[in-house]
């Protein structure tokens, strides 16, 4: 999920280029966020408070709603506003969704184990170039964007649970929204935990191509959804 997340900031300029670190992965070159350094005394050094902010998202909340196997989906969204009516439009959606295997359960092929240490770097491998390769298609988005994350948590999680910089909304920001523009990008299978991430947005992000939005109301605001071109039906599942 980091190198994911890093990749999509990276890909779509979410951040500038200092913000990130290059290295290998296997043979893929990887962008992962890197927005702060420690200095001698143990205090961290922020090189870019938006950018450090979503580690921060990640670090502190993301991965530890996952290491007590409370995270259900978490959505990566991108918004711009809508060059007629500047009211707040979703663009990009990327959706991951966790599972959580039956751990006494081994799965294997001819012997060999699917959740061995060398099978699980092959499907990160795999995840990461389709990741890369599809972020490759798609189109610059605005200058004027911002992002925000979502959770969803697990049926057994406490009703209370809550973790680090994130808080209960009464209303997800995707409710009711459709996109013409659907992609299932890959996913991951270990034997703690399982994830398969999806894409949803628009076809075309030029501001003569954007297509009519409905507004709709939330938590007192408004928000904008995508409406599907009638003249173009087409979409991959």
């Known amino acids: 999920i980091r190198i994911a997340i890093s990749s999509i900031c990276y890909l779509r300029q979410i951040f500038p280029d200092e913000c990130f ?16 350094e420690k200095d001698d ?19 502190q909340g993301v991965f530890k709603a996952l290491d007590v196997g409370y995270l259900s989906v978490l959505t990566f969204i991108i918004f711009t506003k809508n060059p007629t009516t500047d009211e707040d439009i979703i663009l990009e ?4 969704k966790i599972s959580y295997p039956d751990k006494n359960k081994t ?10 240490k060398d099978s699980v770097k092959a499907q990160a491998g795999q995840f990461i170039r389709a990741l890369i390769d ?17 959770i969803q948590y ?32 890959g996913e991951i299978k270990t034997r703690e935990v399982g994830m398969k991430m999806r894409f949803a947005g628009l ?19 408004s928000i904008l959804l995508a409406q599907r071109h009638e003249n173009n039906p087409k979409q991959t599942e």
């Not at 959606?93 to 991951?96: R, W």
Request: charged letters at 20%; glycine letters at 6%.
């Open 134 to 150: 599809f972020c490759g298609t798609l189109d610059t988005i605005p200058d004027d964007r911002w992002i925000t994350l979502q």
């Open 41 to 59: 005394k143990g205090n961290i050094d922020v090189l870019d408070e938006e950018a450090f902010t979503v580690t921060q998202w990640l670090q």
């Open 107 to 116: 799965a294997s092929i001819n012997g060999t184990q699917l959740y061995s």
């Open 154 to 185: 697990t049926d057994w999680a406490p009703k209370e649970y809550e973790p680090e910089f994130f808080e209960s909304t009464s209303q997800s920001l995707l409710m009711g929204k459709t996109f013409p523009l659907k992609v299932n990008v």
């Open 93 to 96: 959606t990327y959706e991951f």
């Open 21 to 36: 670190r290059t290295r290998q992965y296997g043979n893929i070159e990887i962008h992962q966020l890197h927005c702060g």
């Open 203 to 221: 076809e075309s992000l030029f501001v003569e191509d954007i297509p009519q939005f409905a507004t709709a109301s939330l938590d007192g605001g």
